[in-house]
Structures are given as C-alpha cells and as structure tokens.
C-alpha cells in the first residue's frame, strides 16, 4: 500500500472546489431573524429580549413552563420506554435535533406550543456563556409528532400486524411477508418505524396505567411488543454482500445484550441450544475437573465469519453464564483468533474441542486459503438464527430497506426465508421496502416467488382473479385479502391538501393562506414528502419565507406572489436543491460530506478525521465535531441506529439528563456514528467532485487512505470493517489504470472477491475477478513474481463462473490456465473443473481419463474384464501380504503434490463412472489409484470417495464380501478426517452409511447417523441426498423394527413437508407410502380399513392414483416401492393372494438397490413371500421357486459374511424352507436376541399354523421334532391312546399350539400393529382372553437359576424347590 500512497502523491495535483453563494443567501435580515429566534429558543437575557415589555416576557415565560411542561412528560415517556431513537432516515419527515424549538406547530388547526421548562431558563439566565448564534440560523422546523396523508396505510398496517398476532394465539401458520413499494422519499421506513412506536406504546398502556398514551387506541388484548431489526442496502454495486442483513443481525444482537436480565439470557441459550447454534455442555470426564462449557456450533461460527460477528460477543456472554449444576461464573472465551479469522472451536482443551457439535459442516479450504462458506449453510443458518430472536413474546419485524439495491446473495437468504414452510420461522415477519420505481429482475422474481409460494390460490380464487384483471388490469391478488400471507402496500406522493397542510403546520398558517407556496412546491415536487421539505428550505434560503422578528412568526415575500413566480425560485431538481443547500457550508463541511458520501457508510468524527487526511486536511478533533454538528443541524446526516430496536434499550435517558437540558445528550449523539439523512443527499455530495481528473484525484486518495496502515492505526479494526477494502478496491477498479499502480490493485481485487465467495457471494465475486484480471496482461504469466497472483485470480475467477452456470466464460478462462500454467498441479483446479463442467457422466468420464494420460494413468475408456483382473492382481502384489487398510496409517498429502492432483481427478471419474454404469472403468482406475497410494505411502481427502464408488459396483455384482472389506477401509480413512465436512467428503459420508455400512452394522445403530447426514445435506444444499438419507433412516427404523409409537409418524410427516418444499414428489410419494403402511399396521383406529390391510390406499396414500399419474422411471420406482411395502404387509397379514400378486411385479427387478436398508426389506419379505407360497401349495414351487432360491441365496451370502440384519432373517427363511421345531426355535432365538419384534411375531405366528397343521394331519411331521428340541414353550405330558396323533408324534402332542400365537399377538402389540392384533383376535377367537404376563425379575430369576443348579434353598432367600408344578420347571429352564 506504501506504493499506492507515493504514485498518488506523484500523480496527484492540487484541486480546489469552488463555492458560490447567492446573494440571497445570508442578508442581513436573516442573520437578525435567526438571532432572535435562537434567543427565544435558549431563554437567554440578551439586549433583544430586555427591549420586549416585562409583561410580554412574564407571559411568555409563563406559556413556555406550561407547554415545556407537557412535553417533558412526553419525552420522558418516549424515552423511558424506548419507543424509538433519535429520528432516523425521513422518520416523521424530520432530520435534525432541536432540543430547544419553540416553534408554533398547528396540527390539524390546533396549536401546539414547543419551549423549555421554566428551571433551564432560571439555569441559563445565570449563565454566562451565550449560545453559537448560527445553532438555528434561517432553518425552517419540520413537525415530528404524525405522519401526513398516511392514515389508510397505517391502518392497514396495524391490522396486518393484528392478524399477524391472532394467528399465533389460534396456532396457525404465522409467517408473513410485507413488501411496501413507493418512490424515494415516499416514507416508506418512517411508516414501519411509526407503526412499530405505536405498538409498543399500545401494549405500555396496557401494562401500565399511570403513564398518558394518546397514540393509539388500546385493545382489550394488544398483540404483544415486537422485536424490530432494520437494515438498509446502499446503491453504490460492488459492495460487501448481505450488507443491510447485517446491520439489522448486529444491532438486534447488540441490543440483546445491553437489555436482556440474567434469566432471559438464559432462556435465549436455551433457545440456541435447540437450534443447533450452541452446543450442550457434557459433563466432565474422569480427566477433567469442571464441566465442559457449552461450544458454538458450525451454524453459529458461519453466522459470525458472514453475517453477524456481534454474534461473537453474545455467544461469549451466554458461554460465561453460571450453569444450572454450577452457579459460578465462567470465564468468557474469544471465537476470533487474532488474525481475524474464524476459529474451528473455543480456546478449550483437546477433549472439550471434541465435544463440540459438529451436526452442521464447518467451512472448507478453498485454494487460496481462505475459508468458504456454502451458500446454502449460510440460508441455514440465517433461518437458524431469526428463529432463536423470535418468540411468541416477542414477535420478529425484520424491517429491510432499499431491497432493490440488495445483491444476488442477500436475495437468496431472504428467498430462504420466504421458502421456510416448517414452523421454525412462524413469529417472524419480514417486511421489505423498495422504490417502485427502481425495480430491477432479480427483486421482481423475488416479489414473485413469495406471492406464490405464501398466497397459492385455489381454483375458485384464480377465476376471480382472472376476471378482476379483465375488469380492473389489477395484478396483486391477495394483497386486499386480511388473511394473505404476502401483501404488497403501494405508498404514493402526497395530495396537494396533504402538501398544504404540512406547509401550513411548518410556518403556522392556515392552508389556505400558505395556497401560493403549496400549488408552487407540489408542482416542483408533485407531493413527495423528501422533495417538499427541501423545496420549503430553498425557499428559506433565498428569503422567500423568513421568520417576521418584529411580529414573531413565519411570512413569505409579499403575500400577493402568485404560484408561478414561487415557482422561480424553486430549482427543477432535488438534487440540484440538496447541491444548492451544500454550496452555503464551509469547504471543510463540503469535503467531509463529499468523503463520507464515497465511503457509502455510516461514519464518525474519528473515521472522518483520518478520511480528511487524504485531502491534505488535518483538523482537530474539536473542529470535526463542529463540522458533524453543523451537518446535523442542516438536516444533512443523522444519528446511525439502522439495526437497532425501538425498545427500552434505545436512546434511554435518565432524569438527571432530563432536568438538566440536552447538552449531555447532544455530545452523546455527537460522538456516535453518523449517516446521510437521504440517498438523495449523498449523491448530491457525490456530485459535488467535478467529474474527470478531478474526482479521479479525489477516489485515488480517499481509496489510498482506505487500505493504508495508518489508516488502521488510527482506527480500530473489527471483523466488520470488511466494507473499507469493498470501497477502495471499487474506487481504484474506476480509476483509469495509467494513474494507479494496476498489480496492487488487482491484489486488493482478489483479496475482496475471496471475501465475497467466502459469503457465497459469487455474482460480485466475478465482478471482482474480472476487474483484477483486466489489470493485468499476458505478460504477468512469465513474471515469477507475479505468476502465483495471476494463476489463483484466473482459478477463483473460472470457479465462480462455473458456480453460476456461465459455462461458455469458463472454458475460455479454463484454456487460459491450461495454456499458462507451468506445472501439472498448478493446472489441477482448471482440470478438475473441466471434467465437472461436462454436461454428461459419460462426457465426464472420458474428459477425465484424457486429463489422466497427461499423469501417466493411462485407463481405457472401455477395460475388458481381463485387464481388470490384471490390475487386481497387481495391487494385490504391491499389498506384500498386508491389508488394505494399512492406507489408513499413511500421512496426509500435500495439496502441491502431484498425487493429490491425481486422486481429485480418479475421483471425479469413479463417481461419473458409477452414474454411467461403466463399472470396469470405475474397478481399473480404483486399483490403480490404490497401488499409487501404496508406493507413494500417502493419502489425500479423496481417496475415501474412490473407495466409497467402488462398493457400489462391487454390491450390484453381488460380491459382498469385497464390498463389506471396501466399506471397512473407507471407514477408517473418513476417521483420519474427523472435522472436515465439505461436500465431495460429505458425499463419501453418504455413500459409506447408505450403502456399505449397513452390510455389516444394524440398522438400528445407523439411523442417527442416516438423520445427521440428512440435515447436513440439506445445510450444503445437496437436495436430492438429503431426502434419500430421510428415506433410508425411515426404511432402516421400518427394518430395525423400533415401536410403531409416537415417533414415526411425525418423522414422516415432516421429512414429507420438506420434499414438498423442495419440489422433490417422488420423495413426497415415498413418505407418504410408508405412512400409509403405518397406518395399515396400526388399524381401524388410525385411518385404515380392516378389509385392504394390505392396499396402500387410504387417509395418506392413493396407489391407484399415483400409479396413474407416474410416467418412465418414476413410474417403475413408485410401483417398485408399493410393490415392497405390500409385500411386507402380506407377510405381515397371511394375504397370500397379494403376496402372489406382488410377487409377479417385483420378480423382474434385479437384486442390486442403491440404500441397503430398502434392497434388505425388499429382497427378504419377497424371499419370506415365495417360501410361504410354495410351503402351503407345493404346486406352485415351479413358478416361484426361482424367485426364492434368488433372494433365499442373497440372504444367506450377507448372513455368511456375518451381516446382523441378513442373519435373523436367514433363520425365518429357513424354517419357513425346512418347518420344524429346532428350526423353528432357531428363528425364534435369532429374532428374539436381535430385538426385531415384528420379526419373532411373524415366526411364532408361523410356527403356531405351522403346530396346528401338524396336530391336524394336514403337513407331516420331520424326525428332528424330538421331545428335547422342545425348550421355547411348556410341555404338557398326557396319556394317550394308541390310534391317537399323541401316540404317532409324542414330541409335537407335548407342545401347545395356542402359545406361539400368544407370543406373536403380545410382540405385534408391543411393536405397535394394533391392526394385526385385530386380525389375530378375528382369527383365533382364544386370544381375545389372553393377557400377557409380567417379565420376572432379577431375583425370581436368581432364584430359578441356583433351583436348577441344586444349590440349597436356604441359600437363597425364598426360593423355590423342585418339586415345584411344570409350569415352573419350564420357566426354571
């Protein structure tokens, strides 16, 4: 920056701004008028006042104590409660503080007189310091207390907000979306800001009944005081993303922590528990001695690195509050480290780092460094965010300003908003403004997309609607409707009786007497309220009006001037009035206005100082805060509260302060921030800098200064001073190159945009990018010195276009590296993004090898079989006999490395290659990849994923055992990773716990894990993963046979909303499908027929109806998925006639299924289905028997390889193959110690028909059903006949049929399938009775135990003998 600093010096040359003074400007009635007011205004004695009669003055003061009287009590209302700040951006159509008008304000023909309190002009009469004589010199006084020619908008405002809070009081879907749409000047916040005041105010009068509040007139249940949040966009492009996103998170957070107690700090940690921005506390290990605090989750860091770094302080505060087991304060810990960037976790210890959540990803590297966040982690966690500061005690305004000015990225989080279906954001309302006549494509779609996804109309309203267009050319349906959901209020200029009657109240005239000035000023300005006020100003500047000292009150020059010559006086733009305005300040005022208006934020007199140096100004810090004051006074800036709540919190006086005048409140204000009263303001002090060399001269310096050290020096840096190096670097991006040093700025160029795509803003990004790059030629690429700026710049650059879909401006940029770039691996990021880029997996594929040879991998684009097993045979000889997990004690590799480069591309190619079912392809380039890895010792972040692609071939070829070893080394090396969470690894995640996992682990253990990946996809954007993992956590709960209980039916219905929400039906027809299975299972009483057990068709699902409307693939996986869950339910209910049917439309599919949980419940009820059949009619074995020797033989490979889930199921199978009672008992004893009930409730069932068939002589009995196979039931001995079936088969007469049923309607009841308990009631007449018996405890079972061993009774308390009846020896045993 040093260099910047001398080429300005050098090629800058000294500049001077004229200014010219009308001569109207000051005369010397003015100078007198103003003297007298300011006098009247302080109460002071001076010579002018002495000249007035002593009974004027008495009266005077008399009228002054009683006026000043009622509004102390006023202001003190105002500010004890807190109803707003000092008067923000056009808020009641005032910028200026006067702690001391005693100007006359007719409101609605009324008069209100303003002065000071009898005890300030005691005080100040004893005072001997006068005051500034130019405080109020010729300044008209704007009225502040009521809005002009807005009543209808406000009402409708305060009804929307009404209905806002009656729909949370009837629990109904409360979130709303306001968009106010009005001209610049219209008023549009100062509405808000007013509706805002009068709810609070409202719900204080309801609360409390000594205070007088004559604003509004209170309900008999006001709708609780909202929470409000405003923040403003800036018009200048270029700028840092989510700008006014931010100064509303910061001021809200801000504002929580200097109002919020103890206990509701508390409460919102609660709050940030639950929405995944905090972390629990765990207890202490046997290590630690204090309890682990609590930790910021991934969501709260990306919410500071992007959004809100006040974020930072809140969480350190909620982190230092006393735990509920330890009351003692905590030390408060730093988020930031002290580079500035985001730390991964908490200044804790290794283990406490290790607790803290990591439920969401954390940001990833990209190349050059920097940390990025995914766009859609950011729309997370904003949503996350407004969540937790919303409550149904405090509601949410998120006031927006300016949207039409808002970047793509900001756009996106409001859509995100907007797009929330859930009841996460319920007591959030989002109100954006803009100006109607700026609307730009990317606000209106946004306006669109709310309109449609908030007010979706039915057919009845559609036709309506089409006939009012027809009728009235109206588009905004919905917005006249109370209970819309999105509403649209158009703010138009003022009628010229609105115009009249603020004219009139500003100099205390009828309207009918201000006529001339109202008909001359509405024609200027045609009734908007920003252009009316600067009129009535210019006016006074050239002495149209002036205050009379002699009559004291306002005139205008010879009341006989018609409108026309009023006209004259007028200029025919407002900015060039705000310019005439500008030109009556000092040069000084002039400059720091014209400094402040580039900067395009908010400002302060230490800010302003340092900018002033850039003009070779240096003035004390006394003079800047008479400059500041002096603007102040003008109306030029005003106090910067934009972001903070009009609650308590804000501009909160005491009475002392009160008492005693304003002064000390005055320097407060003074020493705050500053900003422009009105965009029309700033670009009128924009345009103060004559264009050309000039202002070029002007930009140069002020961007030097920007980026400068001293400038930092001098003023504090924080994590939101990001807007400094947004600013200079769009200022030397406008300056011809020949005047700026092009190779720094092109650094400061890729500097911002790495900020911008860090925040996901890629549309500036680019923007960015392409500015550095046109500042430098080709020549750079042969600068050694230069070269690394010149490759990560085209690299970011190509990146970023690709994230937005420009692909032809990628390939140009990807040939340019490919051509420029002086090693493999510098080449690797332009690679990598031309084999993605490809529109099609084959076209990737191929694309990939070709950028493989040029690493000497050469593969083949089509391998035979033969060339694959010569590649297995030769990793299987660089394994030297050891495991292929030994990968996983390798070191990491260096991104620099040439292997790395490698590995990211074979990724990419096995992935396209699995899509492309060009599996050789996937088998040669992953072995190779693994023999590479084995030479070179090393392992890379990719090199999991690769691994992860191979299983999937290797199950759809039904080499298990293969693939359960693949899935066992790619666990451990994603373990080598443990916090990195970017998408590519997030991916491998997924494919690893979807379909290889599951081969070897319970399903029950790995729904956690299928639910965590779910919302960490659907975080990362990764839409169509995050509902398959939803789908393959509700099959594996399904498969693990968890109860049918309260749990699994609002699972459903909410992951069903969220496919809803992101369009995605198929998904949506999935769930619905199993909650229709649901309810089949749990019978009449939930939304079932008892006669179609076995339909998928009732409350939730319409088989029929779907199938009908499903076309191609989708049609083929909706009937595949029916097909799989009436099959379950045939078993289930013994419907051998679907069961059949089903069968004949899952025979044709192949075995392989991508998530394994739903190939293991397909494959094993269709294997259960089959043996069923062809067990109870023998004739049809010819046409089934292939079907369940196919699946009977997947079952029994998995159960082989020591699969848990396929082992259980391999016994049903056989016993329902080979009925008998050890194989039956078998089953029983597999299903039973894996805890599937539904399970050992169809076996004992079974079983039960199996007993009754024998006893009946319908199936013949085997010879392995020998009495001391019997050991799961009672044995009942009994004498028999010798014709009799007791005599033919003793073993199978000793066990009674009537229990294994009981056993099955007890596991289906405790599973939750009340509908087949019915059933099995119907059918068997003898359960109805039955009740099941209470499991023993531990010391019956003791007691049993040392019975059976002979141990002596009196060795146990109360044990029992022997001799005890059968039914306790068979309990005993």
Same mark, same amino acid.
Request: aromatic share 8%; proline share 4%.
């Given at each position: ?243 006014? +996103? ?74 230092? +509050? ?73 509601? +949410? ?977």
């Amino acid at each position: 920056m040093i260099d910047l600093m001398e080429e300005a010096a050098s090629n800058t040359t000294t500049t001077t701004t004229t200014k010219t003074v009308t001569p109207e400007t000051h005369s010397t009635t003015t100078t007198s008028s103003t003297t007298t007011v300011i006098t009247m205004s302080g109460n002071n004695h001076n010579h002018q006042q002495q000249q007035q009669p002593q009974q004027q003055q008495q009266q005077d003061f008399k009228q002054a104590e009683e006026e000043t009287t009622e509004r102390y009590d006023e202001d003190h209302f105002q500010t004890e409660f807190g109803t707003l700040a000092d008067q923000k951006d056009e808020t009641h159509y005032d910028s200026r503080f006067s702690s001391r008008n005693n100007i006359h304000i007719h409101n609605n023909n009324k008069k209100k007189n303003v002065t000071t309190a009898e005890q300030d002009y005691e005080d100040d009469e004893d005072d001997d310091e006068e005051e500034d004589p130019h405080t109020h010199e010729g300044r008209i006084e704007f009225p502040q207390d009521r809005l002009y020619g807005r009543d209808t908008e406000l009402e409708t405002l305060r009804t929307v907000y009404q209905g806002f809070f009656a729909n949370h009081s009837n629990n109904n879907n409360s979130r709303r979306v306001l968009f106010l749409a009005g001209p610049s000047g219209s008023g549009k916040s100062a509405l808000m800001e007013f509706l805002v005041r009068q709810q609070l105010e409202t719900n204080r009068h309801h609360n409390s009944n000594h205070h007088h509040i004559a604003k509004t007139t209170p309900t008999a249940v006001p709708p609780p005081p909202p929470t409000y949040a405003s923040g403003k966009f800036q018009q200048l492009k270029g700028g840092n993303p989510f700008t006014a +996103l931010t100064q509303a998170l910061n001021g809200l957070v801000k504002q929580l922590l200097q109002t919020y107690s103890t206990s509701q700090l508390h409460r919102l940690r609660q709050r940030m528990e639950s929405a995944d921005l905090l972390s629990k506390p765990r207890r202490p290990s046997s290590s630690q001695q204090q309890q682990q605090q609590h930790q910021p989750t991934d969501a709260a860091k990306t919410i500071i690195a992007t959004l809100a770094p006040a974020l930072e302080e809140l969480i350190s505060t909620l982190i230092g +509050l006393p735990t509920t087991d330890s009351m003692k304060q905590q030390q408060r810990v730093s988020i930031r480290q002290s580079d500035g960037t985001t730390a991964d976790t908490l200044e804790q210890d290794d283990n406490a780092s290790k607790a803290s959540s990591s439920s969401l990803p954390s940001q990833s590297k990209s190349g050059g460094g920097s940390s990025t966040f995914d766009l859609n982690l950011i729309k997370y966690s904003f949503c996350r965010l407004l969540s937790v500061l919303a409550t149904p005690d405090q509601p +949410l305004i998120f006031f927006i300003d300016d949207v039409q000015w808002a970047d793509a990225a900001s756009l996106e989080l409001l859509t995100a908003v907007v797009q929330e279906k859930t009841h996460l954001l319920d007591y959030v309302w989002l109100v954006c403004a803009y100006r109607s006549n700026e609307v730009t494509e990317e606000l209106q779609a946004f306006c669109t997309k709310a309109q449609t996804l908030l007010n979706p109309p039915s057919q009845d309203d559609q036709d309506v609607g089409e006939s009012k267009k027809e009728d009235t050319g109206d588009n905004n349906d919905g917005d006249d409707d109370e209970n819309a959901l999105c509403r649209t209020i158009e703010l138009n200029n003022l009628s010229p009786n609105n115009v009249g009657e603020f004219i009139a109240d500003c100099i205390q005239m009828n309207a009918d007497q201000v006529q001339p000035i109202t008909q001359a000023v509405y024609t200027k300005t045609l009734g908007n309220i920003f252009f009316v006020k600067q009129a009535l100003e210019e006016l006074v500047r050239k002495n149209v009006i002036y205050y009379d000292v002699i009559c004291y009150q306002w005139q205008f020059s010879d009341s006989g001037i018609s409108s026309v010559e009023l006209e004259n006086h007028l200029s025919d733009d407002v900015i060039q009035m705000v310019q005439g305005k500008l030109q009556t300040l000092e040069d000084n005022l002039q400059t720091a206005l014209a400094l402040a208006a580039y900067c395009d934020h908010s400002f302060d007199a230490t800010l302003l100082g340092i900018l002033l140096t850039s003009q070779d100004l240096k003035l004390n810090q006394t003079k800047i805060l008479e400059l500041l004051r002096q603007a102040f006074e003008e109306g030029l800036v005003l106090p910067d509260t934009t972001g903070l709540a009009p609650t308590t919190a804000i501009l909160r006086r005491s009475s002392h302060d009160d008492q005693n005048g304003s002064d000390h409140q005055t320097n407060k204000i003074m020493a705050g921030k500053f900003k422009f009263a009105h965009d029309r303001i700033r670009e009128a002090a924009c345009q103060s800098v004559p264009e050309g060399d000039v202002r070029n001269h002007f930009l140069l310096r002020l961007a030097v200064v920007l980026v400068s050290k001293e400038f930092h020096n001098g003023h504090e840096e924080s994590a939101e001073d990001d807007w400094m190096l947004f600013c200079a670097t769009r200022h030397f991006n406008s300056i011809p190159r020949e005047m700026t040093n092009n190779l720094r700025v092109a650094e400061l160029n890729l500097q911002v945009g790495k900020i911008a795509v860090a925040k996901g803003s890629f549309a500036d990004a680019v923007g960015f990018f392409e500015s550095g790059v046109n500042r430098l030629d080709d020549s750079y690429w042969r600068d050694e010195k230069v070269y690394p700026l010149v490759l990560e710049m085209h690299n970011y650059f190509l990146e970023s276009e690709d994230t937005l879909g420009h692909s032809e401006r990628r390939d140009e940029l990807i040939q340019v590296v490919l051509t420029n770039a002086k090693t493999s691996e510098d080449k690797l990021r332009a690679q990598f993004a031309y084999v993605e880029g490809k529109p099609e997996d084959n076209e990737s594929v191929n694309a990939g090898l070709e950028v493989l040879k040029q690493y000497g991998i050469d593969i083949p684009e089509e391998p035979t079989d033969k060339q694959v097993r010569r590649e297995q045979f030769n990793l299987r000889l660089a394994l030297k006999g050891r495991k292929l997990w030994c990968l996983a004690k390798f070191p990491v590799a260096d991104d620099r490395e040439q292997f790395y480069a490698i590995v990211k591309i074979a990724q990419s190619v096995t992935r396209h290659g699995g899509y492309a079912k060009r599996s050789n392809v996937v088998f040669m380039l992953g072995y190779r990849i693994f023999r590479l890895a084995l030479e070179k010792k090393k392992i890379t972040l990719d090199l999991p994923a690769i691994i992860m692609y191979l299983g999937g071939p290797l199950r759809a070829k039904e080499d298990y055992k293969t693939a359960m070893l693949y899935a066992n080394v790619g666990k451990r090396l994603i373990d080598r990773f443990p916090e990195e969470n970017g998408k590519e690894f997030i991916k491998s995640k997924v494919a690893l716990s979807a379909q290889l996992l599951p081969l070897w682990t319970p399903f029950r253990d790995i729904i956690e894990t299928h639910l965590e990946l779910n919302k960490l996809t659907r975080a990362l954007g990764i839409v169509d993963i995050s509902m398959a993992m939803a789908m393959v956590s509700m099959y594996s709960f399904l498969a693990s046979s968890f109860p049918l209980g309260m749990l699994f039916e609002p699972k459903l219905m909410l992951f069903e909303e969220s496919a809803k929400d992101v369009g995605k039906m198929m998904f949506v027809n999935i769930f619905r499908m199993l909650r229709q299975c649901l309810y089949n299972l749990q019978g009449e009483k939930n939304k079932a027929s008892p006669e179609k057990r076995t339909d998928l068709t009732g409350a939730a699902f319409n088989e029929e109806m779907v199938l009908s409307n499903s076309k191609g693939p989708m049609k083929m996986m909706n009937g595949r998925d029916i097909a799989s869950l009436r099959i379950f339910l045939a078993v289930i209910y013994n419907d051998e006639e679907c069961m059949e049917a089903m069968l004949e439309r899952l025979a044709p599919l192949p075995n392989h299924d991508i998530p394994v949980a739903r190939q293991h419940m397909r494959l094993s009820f269709v294997a259960m289905a089959s043996q069923i059949l062809i067990q109870n009619h023998p004739e049809k074995r010819e046409k089934w028997g292939e079907v369940a020797d196919k699946s009977f033989a997947f079952v029994e490979q998995l159960a082989g390889f020591g699969s848990p889930n396929a082992a259980p199921v391999y016994r049903c199978l056989v016993a329902l193959k080979k009925p008998s009672v050890s194989t039956f008992e078998d089953a029983m004893l597999a299903t039973g110690n894996s805890g599937l009930m539904h399970l050992h409730a169809i076996i004992n069932e079974r079983y039960g028909i199996w007993l009754l068939a024998v006893k009946e002589g319908r199936i013949a009995a085997t010879a392995d059903d020998q009495p001391d196979k019997c050991t799961m039931f009672p044995v009942f001995k009994r004498k028999a006949s010798k014709n009799s079936f007791q005599a033919q088969h003793p073993a199978l007469d000793q066990i009674d049929p009537k229990e294994p049923l009981k056993l099955s309607m007890w596991c289906f009841q405790d599973w939750g399938a009340t509908g087949k308990v019915e059933r099995m009631q119907m059918d068997y007449p003898f359960l109805k009775g039955t009740w099941q018996e209470k499991p023993p405890s531990a010391m019956t079972n003791l007691r049993r135990v040392t019975a059976k061993l002979g141990v002596p009774s009196r060795s146990v308390p109360g044990s029992v003998s022997t001799s005890d009846n059968d039914r306790n020896s068979f309990m005993n045993n």
